[in-house]
Nanobody, 130 residues
Framework: VQLVESGGGLVQAGGSLRLSCAAS????????MAWFRQAPGKERDFVAA???????????DSVKGRFTISRDNANNVKNTVYLQMNSLKPDDTAVYYC?????????????????????WGQGTQVTVSS
C-alpha cells in the first residue's frame, strides 16, 4: 500500500486547506484511515480517524469543530481520504501524515496510537501564519 498526501501549503490564520491522501497498490476500502501531524521538535499526534465506510469519525480535541475527515471509496483501485481544515491557527502548523490500519475496519478507542497503523505516507507541510 502506498499513501501519498497532497494539498499542504502556506495559509493565513483563519484560512482553510483541504488535504488529500491517495492510496494505491492495494485496496484500502475496508481499512481505518487516519491523519496525524508532527510539529517541529514534537511528537507525532493524532488528528482524526474514519471507519471503512465513512460513517464514523473521531477527532482530537484540538481540532474538533474545525477539521473534517472524509473518504471516497467509490474507486476500489485508488481510495482517497480527505482532511478539510477550517479556521486554521498557527498551532496547526505541522507536517500532516496519512495512515492506514489494515487490521480493523471500525474505529476503536486506541486508534489515536501510532502503533495501530501499518502504512504511512511521506507527509505534507502545512504552515499557518499569524
Amino acid at each position: 500500500v502506498q499513501l501519498v498526501e497532497s494539498g499542504g501549503g502556506l495559509v493565513q490564520a483563519g484560512g482553510s486547506l483541504r488535504l488529500s491522501c491517495a492510496a494505491s497498490g492495494r485496496t484500502v476500502g475496508d481499512y481505518v484511515m487516519a491523519w496525524f501531524r508532527q510539529a517541529p521538535g514534537k511528537e507525532r499526534d493524532f488528528v482524526a480517524a474514519i471507519n471503512w465506510v465513512g460513517t464514523y469519525t473521531n477527532y482530537a480535541d484540538s481540532v474538533k469543530g474545525r477539521f473534517t475527515i472524509s473518504r471516497d471509496n467509490a474507486n476500489n483501485v485508488k481510495n482517497t481520504v480527505y482532511l478539510q481544515m477550517n479556521s486554521l491557527k498557527p498551532d496547526d502548523t505541522a507536517v500532516y501524515y496519512c495512515a492506514a490500519d489494515q487490521t480493523y475496519s471500525s474505529v476503536r478507542d486506541d486508534h489515536y496510537k501510532l502503533s495501530m497503523y501499518d502504512y504511512w505516507g511521506q507527509g505534507t507541510q502545512v504552515t499557518v501564519s499569524s
